[in-house]
């Protein structure tokens, strides 16, 4: 019995509570009871023939509790204290990890605050010490009356109203149209219009316009017209077409090649890469570096210039139909400044299109991102789809000097007597790799800028001629140099106080800045120093087999009878197309009316016809300017052939110097036209 009770016992400790307290553990089995020894099974029957009782029915218990003296309120203060229990019963170690996780998230919150509001002062206003900055009257821009003219000659130029924008630059873009409908414009565009005006704007359509097929709107300015109306107009952009364009005459011989040359490249380009950046005619197919229409966007202004109505109106269309900038790509700030922003304003400025100015607004907000840099040295790379911006794989520099950036260049040290290193770090602001001065690439631009920032803002900005004149005075005491044995006057380059008789192509920008200088009221001595450099330009084409000029030159500096001027190393002799050389005839060609430049300009182009001419539609860069039998075809036509080079040829030709005269307009540096910024 005594092992018959304490088997039972124990059984009902192991099944209720899974412990055995007694027992001894040798007759411990796994199904939770005692097992006698063998000396004991008697006893073990014995408890067989006797079973225990059957246990008590189950009870089932209602719990109520009485709260004396409380009442409920709906108060979560039982619920606090069953919360803080919990954590109370959380282990140290649990307690720690939540407390980390929650500080973690709380930090990552506030840093993604700190940057969208950055991202958000970038694209939605300017700082208040810039906004002191601000003139209290912008300039705007009015037509030029000239005596005798009929008023319908010329359209009504409205003032605008007060701008948002930083003095130097121009207003900030608006994207109310003009008040009427050019024959190009699409449905849509119209509808949008009638739209923003509203009322006042339908009533203000019944005056009597002339449209012409260019977009040009001729609004004769009624005398009688009430106050109101004249506010509603001042809100409009200004329509610079009759200040900064005029129809021209009929195109001459040259002109007309210019006109052909044209139409040759663009046959390949709308056949084999509509759409697309550029075009490689040799095999027939495209190429892309930022997917928006790089070539189309490029040419836009060119085809206006030149009179091409159908291609204007078909590329128009592939503009408002087919260019969205809504893409996840990364942009090379200065290059798509110069190349699609300017390009769509200054086809804004001389159609009056209104559907240029909304994409280039659209645009511009895009870039905005890549200034909100510690210095506000813009990156190099944003992405226009994400607005992510930042410098280069391979370096934190950038080599932009814009306008937010100007005065800040302007008291930079580093410089050499008006020369500036190429590079600029992003964070602290600084020069890097000092002592390497050159006008080549990567800098050309920012002298190149400096006189027209000046010209461009009304010659109010004392410090970008200073900058200039003095960048000039440097050039002539550290880059000037005269090779052998033709005397010609070249910029070299200086590294670390060690002079290199090598001259990039796109220093032959700088012929034509110095003429349109001069132009401008600068000293005469500038102008000599252009016309030197512009026949060195010119060697550089002539005295090779294709009349095309390299990539770089090497000029020869000691008296060698065996040796010309202008030397060519294997890796520099390919050709780009590029406008340089026709650039600077064309400025020279303005400034002293001397037709050899023009003639030397004819000469490039059939150049550019014998050996860059793609025969089903086309021109190619070249690897071999110095071998006239094979060139070598690179396969590949830039966006600036057709934006700028063949832009600067039909401009010098030109019988008419008065068109795209340069008193009312600057060309930026991709040759496109943009208004001289003038007071009232």
Not at 22 to 31: A, E, K
Not at 134 to 142: A, D, G, N, S, T
Not at 242 to 265: C, D, S, T
Not at 449 to 455: A, D, V
Request: aromatic letters at 10%.
């Amino acid at each position: 019995m005594r092992y018959a009770a304490r088997a039972h016992w124990c059984f009902g400790r192991w099944a209720g509570c899974g412990r055995l307290r007694y027992g001894s553990p040798r007759s411990f089995s796994v199904l939770g009871f005692l097992t006698p020894p063998a000396s004991e099974v008697s006893w073990a029957s014995f408890a067989v023939m006797y079973p225990p009782p059957p246990p008590a029915p189950h009870r089932d218990f209602i719990s109520v509790t009485l709260s004396l003296g409380e009442s409920y309120d709906n108060s979560k203060s039982r619920r606090r204290r069953s919360c803080w229990r919990k954590w109370k019963q959380l282990s140290r170690l649990q307690r720690n990890v939540i407390l980390v996780l929650l500080g973690f998230l709380i930090i990552c919150g506030f840093l993604s605050y700190l940057q969208a509001a950055d991202q958000w002062k970038a694209l939605s206003g300017t700082p208040a010490e810039e906004q002191k900055m601000k003139p209290e009257v912008p300039p705007v821009l009015p037509a030029p009356q000239k005596e005798g003219a009929k008023a319908e000659e010329f359209p009504a130029v409205v003032p605008q109203k007060q701008q948002r924008h930083f003095r130097r630059g121009p207003p900030h873009l608006q994207i109310r149209p003009p008040n009427t409908v050019s024959k190009d414009e699409t449905q849509d565009d119209a509808k949008e219009k009638e739209t923003a005006l509203g009322d006042a704007q339908q009533e203000e359509n019944t005056q009597r316009t002339i449209i012409s097929w260019r977009g040009a709107v001729i609004e004769p300015e009624q005398a009688t017209e009430l106050p109101s109306k004249r506010a509603e107009a001042s809100t409009k952009p200004p329509f610079l077409a009759p200040r900064m364009w005029k129809k021209p005459g009929p195109p001459n011989e040259r002109q007309k090649g210019v006109i052909e040359a044209f139409l040759h490249a663009w046959k390949g380009y709308r056949k084999f890469a509509w759409g697309h950046d550029e075009l490689k005619p040799v095999s027939k197919t495209f190429s892309e570096w930022f997917g928006l229409g790089l070539t189309l966007i490029d040419a836009l202004d060119t085809m206006w210039i030149l009179g091409l109505k159908k291609e204007f109106k078909e590329a128009r269309n592939w503009v408002s139909e087919k260019l969205d900038f809504k893409k996840n790509v990364d942009v090379n700030l200065f290059e798509s400044t110069i190349r699609i922003l300017g390009g769509l304003l200054s086809t804004y400025h001389l159609s009056g299109d209104s559907l240029f100015l909304r994409k280039a607004e659209d645009f511009g907000k895009r870039l905005m991102p890549a200034f909100t840099t510690p210095s506000k040295i813009p990156y190099s790379d944003v992405n226009i789809g994400t607005g992510f911006a930042h410098s280069p794989q391979w370096t934190s520099d950038s080599t932009e000097a814009v306008e937010k950036v100007t005065m800040h260049i302007h008291s930079l040290s580093g410089k050499k007597d008006g020369l500036v290193p190429m590079f600029i770090n992003t964070n602290s602001g600084l020069f890097t790799h000092p002592g390497v001065f050159t006008l080549g690439a990567r800098a050309d631009s920012y002298y190149e800028y400096l006189l027209k920032q000046w010209i461009q803002g009304g010659k109010k900005e004392t410090q970008l001629l200073e900058d200039y004149v003095k960048a000039i005075e440097g050039i002539k005491a550290h880059l000037l140099r005269q090779s052998q044995p033709g005397m010609l006057t070249f910029v070299g380059e200086l590294a670390h106080g060690r002079f290199s008789a090598k001259m990039d192509h796109l220093v032959c920008f700088l012929p034509g800045t110095l003429a349109l200088g001069v132009h401008h009221g600068l000293p005469a001595d500038h102008m000599n120093l252009a016309q030197s450099l512009m026949e060195t330009c010119y060697q550089m084409n002539r005295q090779m087999e294709t009349g095309l000029s390299p990539e770089i030159a090497h000029f020869n500096m000691y008296p060698r009878a065996d040796h010309k001027d202008v030397e060519v190393k294997p890796a520099d002799r390919h050709n780009l197309l590029r406008p340089e050389t026709v650039e600077s005839l064309f400025y020279l060609y303005r400034v002293t009316r001397d037709r050899k430049y023009q003639d030397w300009g004819w000469e490039i182009l059939q150049n550019f016809n014998k050996y860059t001419r793609v025969p089903s539609g086309g021109y190619s860069s070249i690897n071999n300017v110095q071998n006239s039998q094979k060139p070598d075809p690179r396969d590949k036509m830039e966006s600036f052939f057709l934006g700028e080079t063949l832009k600067y040829l039909y401009l010098l030709f030109s019988d008419d110097l008065e068109l795209l005269g340069l008193d009312t307009c600057v060309f930026n540096t991709e040759a496109h036209p943009l208004p001289i910024w003038t007071p009232a």
